[in-house]
């Protein structure tokens, strides 16, 4: 990779633009928010959670300090309910968890809904299994009558030439062959004509170096260390292949289709900041090509068969900023955890200011053409985007939805204006990778309709029974052809793009707690989002409970259901209610759409959601506070069951449950950070996963099926 050039830091590309949007007021930092580790705050995000809370407006909504300022140009303990423990008995590995008295239903349909549960014991249709027990194994734990097997792990061979993983003697070369690190997001996409194949696309959020190399030394880390981490990141696209006897997925290696996209391949930005001074650097002074991907978390699927890639948090990459807007987005002044500006100043914003304002937007892959160039949406701005989920208006424009994964900061759409083409042509192939580039970017502002006396912070549901109400889309800009207009008072449309957060700030976003992923459901068409925890709402001078976060020091989480105003996805107008209020059942602040709480399991830290062909929500975890690990769980959205929450699998010690994909007869996830507790290295792990006692720790793609083959949980 060519080292960036020397720049001019008095202004230069956008500087003087920069200049203009002046600070925000801090607030004190918070307390740890969830179940994480410390060493997995320091290498996945940085430590923001013990950072200042970066949204730092006095306002419920929005921060009066900066108001006028932006100048034109510039969830229980560790036990099981009494159905779970009885249920999940026969889960192979797992201790048996005490089991617990009921608590009482909660919402005006608990006893219909208890009485119906009575009278039918099976489940809703693909959440018929025995629910996994809460545990501390080792292990993936699945239910009984399932098997599993480990699709691939990190460092395995996808590439021609590609030698074996050997972490003793790893390198860049091998790295940028070889499967990637922490796998998060996944797609599987068919192949036609090869029958038994599909292909796995799968992102690669960040490294863990002490995990990864031997005798690590954070402060002085070792240029080839710096480029294998390089490698380590971005996506991975590669065949797998079907036994068909047992169910096992295994990889295709040297497939033609198989890639890797890393943290120095090139990249096109596109969309109405392309060209803009506020992205040309010294190595690219167009403004529109960008060498790699950071952080990328969940994504989605198109309509039009490519995969979007959001970019989280990026900003702990970066080193030696002293601006505002740089403080907004948590982005600090001295040196960053992996020390990569060492290496390469591009990541050094005293020396290349604007290297930064060219990640943190939404990629777009294309899996079934290995020789494209993946893009950067700038469309649909720039935040620590978790997940990009699409959905096609009925005259077949784009819709995007997409949280900003930080305490305190919103959730958004974007509705496309181009229409999707059907076909397969190159012609048709390049307009529809264009439909993410003109359309108008929203972002949510959501009322509670109980009074505010009745939300007191406790997550007591207010006398309506449901802490529901209604909401806006606010327009923030419009990208089109011809350029892209502003609708924010005192923002340029390109500021709006590249500094969306404050933008958000300026309109009066509502402030959630911790927004990941959103998804559509596919059967019904409502929206869910997933806030996985905040424990700095309402502590000191940090926004207060609001009827859509309704619990202070919020460590548990909760999932929205968002309805669009005649279901359509372009609407500017919505009604939304809390589907779940996360923790122990047995605690009075938890709800489960009315269903009758001795009878789901126990969640916590909602992170990634998916949906089953049935129309059921499938939510993985991260950070659980309940004592158990972290896991995936299905949940009915609708029916008598509607409400009734199972486990179906916990991962490994230190792990995180992420990119599910339920299929009708298989079920996928990441097994990411597996092993990463506190005081863990290559030295002394505390995991054995995946390959047993003496074996690196590595993060790894597992498949889940029933053993007699017939569809999941039916």
């Given amino acids: 990779m060519r080292p960036y050039g020397h720049v001019d830091t008095k202004g230069t590309h956008g500087e003087s633009k920069v200049r203009k949007l002046l600070p925000l007021i801090g607030t004190p930092s918070g307390s740890h928010p969830g179940g994480r580790s410390a060493m997995t705050c320091r290498f996945r995000c940085g430590d923001a959670c013990f950072h200042e809370v970066p949204n730092t407006s006095t306002n419920e909504y929005v921060g009066d300090v900066i108001a006028g300022a932006l100048s034109r140009r510039s969830m229980m303990r560790a036990a099981a309910v009494v159905t779970v423990a009885a249920a999940g008995a026969g889960a192979a590995g797992v201790v048996q968890a ?12 608990a006893a219909a809904a208890s009485e119906a549960a009575r009278r039918k014991h099976k489940g809703a249709r693909g959440l018929r299994f025995a629910p996994v027990a ?5 292990a993936v734990t699945v239910p009984e009558g399932y098997r599993q097997n480990v699709v691939i792990r990190w460092g395995e061979p996808i590439l021609r030439g590609a030698p074996a993983f050997d972490p003793e003697k790893q390198t860049a070369k091998a790295q940028a062959a070889q499967f990637g690190y922490n796998c998060d997001f996944l797609a599987l996409l068919p192949l036609p004509g090869e029958r038994g194949r599909q292909l796995l696309v799968a992102n690669h959020e960040y490294t863990d170096e002490i995990l990864m190399f031997r005798g690590y030394d954070a402060a002085n880390p070792t240029r080839e260390q710096v480029e294998v981490a390089w490698a380590a990141h971005g996506l991975s696209a590669v065949v797998v292949e079907e036994d068909r006897r047992s169910g096992r997925l295994t990889p295709v290696p040297r497939h033609r289709l198989n890639r890797r996209v890393t943290a120095t391949t090139a990249f096109r930005l596109t969309g109405p900041v392309a060209g803009s001074d506020l992205v040309k650097t010294s190595a690219d002074p167009t403004g529109t090509r960008v060498l790699g991907t950071l952080n990328n978390c969940s994504g989605g699927v198109t309509p039009w068969g490519t995969t979007l890639h959001g970019e989280e948090n990026f900003n702990q990459y970066f080193a030696n900023s002293g601006r505002a807007t740089d403080k907004r987005y948590g982005i600090g002044t001295g040196a960053s955890e992996r020390k990569w500006e060492r290496f390469d100043q591009r990541f050094d ?41 699409v959905r096609l208006t009925h005259d077949g424009r784009p819709v995007v939805y997409s949280g900003d994964d930080e305490r305190f900061d919103y959730f958004y759409k974007f509705v496309g204006s181009k229409r999707m083409k059907r076909g397969s042509s190159r012609a048709v192939r390049e307009h529809n990778l264009s439909l993410l580039d003109e359309g108008t970017l929203y972002v949510a502002k959501l009322t509670g309709d109980s009074p505010a006396l009745e939300i007191d912070g406790t997550g007591r549901l207010p006398k309506d029974g ?3 109400g209604g909401g806006e889309w606010i327009p923030l800009a419009t990208a089109t052809a011809e350029g892209a207009v502003s609708h924010v008072e005192g923002m340029s449309a390109e500021e709006v793009f590249v500094f969306t957060r404050l933008a958000g700030d300026k309109v009066g976003a509502t402030k959630m707690d911790r927004p990941e992923d959103i998804e559509p459901n596919p059967v019904t ?67 489960f759409a009315g269903f009758p709480k001795d009878a789901v399991s126990q969640i916590s830290c909602p992170d990634n959601v998916a949906f089953d062909p049935h129309g ?20 009915a959205t609708r029916g008598e069951r509607r409400g009734e929450l199972k486990q179906f699998l916990t991962v490994p010690k230190g792990a995180e449950t992420c990119g599910p994909i339920i299929q009708d007869r298989r079920v996928l996830v990441s097994v990411q950070h597996p ?40």
Avoid: C, M
């Fill in 675 to 714: 092993g990463e507790i506190d005081g863990a290295s290559v030295e002394k792990p505390a995991s054995a996963w995946p390959d047993g006692p003496g074996t690196y720790v590595r993060p790894a793609v597992v498949a889940v099926w029933r053993a007699d083959g017939r569809d999941i949980g039916v």
């Fill in 616 to 635: 059921n929500l499938w939510i993985s975890t991260d950070g659980a506070q309940l004592g158990s690990h972290d896991g995936l769980f299905g949940v």
């Fill in 134 to 138: 809460p545990n501390t194994a080792d």
């Fill in 525 to 591: 068409g409502k929206v869910y989002v997933a806030l996985t925890n905040n424990t700095n709402r309402g502590v000191g001078s940090n926004a207060k409970a609001d009827e859509a976060n309704p619990r202070s020091a919020n460590k548990h989480g909760h999932v929205l259901e968002l309805t669009e105003r005649w279901n359509r996805p372009e609407s500017t107008r919505f009604a939304w209610s809390l589907f779940l209020v996360a923790g122990d059942p047995e605690d009075p602040a938890t709800y």
């Fill in 349 to 389: 914003v005293a020396q290349e200011p604007n290297e930064v304002h060219r990640f943190g937007y939404v990629v777009e892959f294309d899996p079934y053409d290995p020789e494209s160039t993946p893009r950067k949406h700038t469309a649909l701005g720039r935040f620590k985007h978790e997940a990009a989920t």
């Fill in 98 to 109: 005490p089991r617990a008295a009921a608590a009482p239903a909660t919402g005006p349909s």
């Fill in 466 to 468: 449901e802490f529901d």
